[in-house]
């Protein structure tokens, strides 16, 4: 395995959190990496821009404060998402900050640049890629990423379409570095399975929106509650970028989730689409095709118990087999 150094002996499962667009904040991504999973928001979460700064001071404090207190159980490290798109006129802002304030960890998505990870090496960071298929897994590491987050088939938001067994595979038959899974992942035993496969960590995002600390509407979190694989739709028309999103919030919005139109990927944003103004993430809501394991909202630091208790049965039933 390849877990990164500075997550070795600081993560109480082997998963870090995903990012999610407008939810993730300082008080789930405290609440995460206090429970031993990776937290990330993306950087686009604090707005304006003068907010990056306030955000990072504080989880730099919160989990410098509980380290000190907590000398033989240290929170796992923080990690920010940078959207490394041309669309994202505050990049290199937001990059700054990164190097300002030391993030351990930076995951960068749609597009890899040189100088974003070369920034971020320059005090000792690391860089992980989000990719959708083998051919981009290349140009990342070629570019100077360190690790690479494979985003298979029913990942919630921005999503790939293979199968994470295949996928996986593709990928470690060059790479050794340290391999996140992304796709369906809400239980301790889909934890157990993505390391079997090849992955380092798993990567968990739509399990974290319902929960107490996440930025997202209530009912958005009880929908996840009362819905299946079955509910999710998997276009591009809304951010121009194919990916995940729950059914029942494309109807409220006047849509039909089985004849949607195709969008120009040209023309990429990030917050709305349709004819009615109805806005990606906050009025239409991405998620994953495992959130028929989400019963409950609850913290993050019960979900994180949750998938610990799974985990070791998990391992249990593999070892008794």
């Known amino acids: 395995m390849s877990i990164p150094e500075c997550m070795q002996g600081r993560l109480s499962i082997p998963a ?114 989000d990719v959708i298929n083998n051919r981009f897994a290349h140009k990342a590491i070629e570019k100077g990423a360190d690790g690479l987050i494979c985003v298979a088939a029913g990942a919630g938001g921005h999503a790939g379409t ?27 035993d889909a934890i157990l399975a993505a390391l079997a496969m090849g992955a380092d960590l798993a990567y968990i995002g739509s399990a974290f929106i319902a929960t107490k600390e996440a930025n997202a509407d209530p009912a958005y979190k009880q929908a996840l509650v009362d819905y299946a694989a079955a509910d999710i739709v998997y276009t591009n028309l809304f951010t121009g970028v194919h990916g995940n999103y729950l059914k029942p919030s494309i109807e409220a919005a006047g849509l039909d989730p089985e004849n949607l139109p195709e969008s ?37 630091a019960e979900l994180v118990e949750r998938l610990k208790q799974e985990y070791k049965e998990a391992q249990q039933r593999v070892l008794a087999a």
């Open 162 to 188: 293979l199968s994470p067994m295949a996928f996986i595979q593709e990928v470690r038959e060059w790479f050794d570095g340290p391999l996140l899974l992304s796709g369906a992942i809400s239980t301790g």
């Open 16 to 129: 870090v959190g995903a990012p999610l667009f407008i939810i993730s904040n300082p008080d789930l991504v405290i609440a995460q990496c206090k429970a031993g999973v990776v937290g990330c928001f993306p950087a686009l979460n604090a707005r304006p821009a003068e907010v990056l700064e306030q955000w990072l001071i504080r989880i730099n404090e919160e989990l410098d404060a509980y380290n000190q207190a907590n000398p033989d159980k240290a929170a796992a490290p923080y990690a920010v998402n940078q959207i490394v798109h041309g669309s994202n006129d505050r990049l290199m802002h937001d990059v700054e900050m990164c190097v300002k304030y030391k993030v351990p960890v930076v995951i960068t998505s749609l597009g890899a640049r040189p100088e974003v990870f070369d920034a971020i090496h320059s005090y000792g960071g690391i860089c992980l890629h």
């Open 264 to 300: 120009d990927p040209s023309k990429m944003k990030f917050g709305s689409g349709g004819s009615n103004k109805s806005k990606a993430w906050k009025d239409i809501w991405g998620c994953g095709q495992g959130i028929n394991a989400i019963k409950s909202v609850a913290s993050a």
